[in-house]
């Protein structure tokens, strides 16, 4: 999981599960996904948050004295956080991440955030005003008509010459960076501010994010969050609000879309696509090693003796490693593709011991030196020899690390590279330590 938007210590309360919902990109559908998880009450749903955005417009519009923008906003968002804490998912309406920070004050945060391509997001949102009729503009908002009335007279691309006007600025410029920035900004504020600073911000308020997705991914993306927080699978998720127009229409006036509108919403759409393929290979992976333990009981057979010595000649119980070279009794395999390795070893449940790990090759003497280790989770520290001309790294194992009577041994390299990159020959593939094999012995007593 990513980092949750910074807040303070919540006292172990559960996390408030926050969407930030970008028009335009699968919100009323991902938001029908996740209200399914939670009781009707403990739902900040859009009908408590419009009539909490009533109530505030109603209250500025009976006071006596006028208020600048910033603090009309201020008030309004205090209100929003006001019923927010109360609850366990926020869900429908279109809050930006600075939301979220608010809240996140208040109760620890799940967040979940689903983009869309930058241009066909701006021709589906153009499409979807059109579609609204001018005389339902709220009451409270008759702003909103002028909008409504604008979309159906002009083209996309007169719509999105139109910049000058607050409203259709606000619509169609990079909507999705604005929406990540921790900072609420308007056409004036933008125009003053240090754009690669703003652009910045919003990338890394994007990788704290806990769930990320492109929505041509959004069936995937709910059945993956489901694997991950543990719920029921979703089936196939119908889309509740597709509109008239085909698809086909979309993304033909996309093209219409100037690129200078959307230079940053480009930019933060594939840092999302990027971490999104990372989490679902991080959750493919966790679900696996669960699923592989369930049914085997770790599908680790414990010799019967104290000691005891596995090398690579049977199956493999460890993830990121190529396959066999050598022949026997030395028998290895590289570490690789990626820097992060995991070695499931047998160990004696409730005893003291010592494993060691024994490294027959590095693909560069720098890889050693900045390797770190955990055991279960915690960060481990090894005490390394040499021994049977290789590299030993022997770990203590406490009585509580062994208790299961497996442990976990996660190991990461500084970097990875390949034979043909380090001028060794024409391999490709990327490698960082090779293993020969793993010992267990008892903790050796004074």
Request: glycine share 6%.
């Amino acid at each position: 999981m990513a980092e949750q938007a910074e807040g303070g210590d919540h006292g172990g309360q559960a996390p408030v599960h926050f969407f930030v919902h970008i028009p335009k990109c699968g919100g009323n559908t991902f938001s029908d996904f996740l209200a399914r998880q939670f009781p009707l009450e403990k739902i900040y749903t859009a009908e408590k948050s419009t009539a909490a955005w009533e109530d505030h417009r109603r209250d500025i519009a009976a006071r006596a004295e006028q208020l600048s923008r910033e603090n009309k906003g201020a008030l309004l968002r205090r209100r929003f956080i006001d019923g927010m804490r109360q609850h366990d998912l926020v869900i429908e309406n279109h809050y930006t991440w600075d939301i979220a920070e608010l809240l996140a004050q208040h109760r620890p945060l799940t967040t979940y955030v689903v983009v869309r391509e930058p241009r066909e997001r701006v021709a589906s949102h153009y499409l979807h005003l059109r579609r609204i009729p001018v005389e339902t503009a709220h009451e409270l908002a008759p702003e909103g008509r002028e909008l409504y009335g604008f979309a159906k007279e002009a083209s996309l691309a007169e719509f999105c010459r139109t910049l000058e006007r607050p409203d259709i600025w606000s619509t169609v410029f990079n909507r999705q960076t604005r929406t990540m920035s921790s900072q609420i900004v308007s056409r004036v504020l933008y125009e003053q501010c240090d754009k690669q600073a703003f652009l910045d911000n919003a990338l890394a308020n994007l990788e704290r994010a806990d769930f990320v997705a492109d929505i041509d991914d959004l069936d995937e993306f709910a059945q993956l969050v489901s694997l991950a927080n543990g719920w029921l699978p979703p089936g196939r998720m119908s889309v509740l609000n597709p509109g008239k127009h085909p698809r086909s229409e979309t993304q033909d006036l996309a093209d219409e879309v100037p690129e200078a509108m959307v230079d940053l919403d480009l930019i933060l759409y594939e840092a999302a696509k990027a971490k999104y393929r990372s989490w679902k290979q991080r959750v493919l992976e966790t679900a696996a090693i669960d699923l592989w333990q369930q049914h085997s009981g770790g599908g680790l057979a414990r010799p019967e003796s104290d000691t005891w010595e596995l090398g690579f000649e049977g199956p493999l119980h460890g993830t990121n490693f190529h396959g066999r070279e050598g022949a026997p009794p030395s028998i290895f395999r590289w570490m690789g593709p990626e820097p992060t390795s995991r070695l499931f070893v047998p160990v004696r449940p409730g005893f003291a011991q010592q494993l060691s790990v024994f490294i027959a090759a590095f693909i560069d003497p720098e890889v050693f030196p900045g390797v770190t280790y955990r055991i279960n989770g915690v960060a481990a520290a090894p005490v390394c020899s040499v021994e049977e001309n290789c590299t030993v790294a022997t770990f203590a194992i406490s009585p509580e690390h062994a208790a299961s009577g497996a442990l976990e041994l996660c190991i990461t390299a500084p970097f990875t590279a390949s034979d043909r990159d380090k001028g060794l020959g024409s391999d490709t593939r990327q490698k960082s330590m090779a293993l020969r094999k793993s010992r267990v012995v008892p903790t050796p007593t004074a």
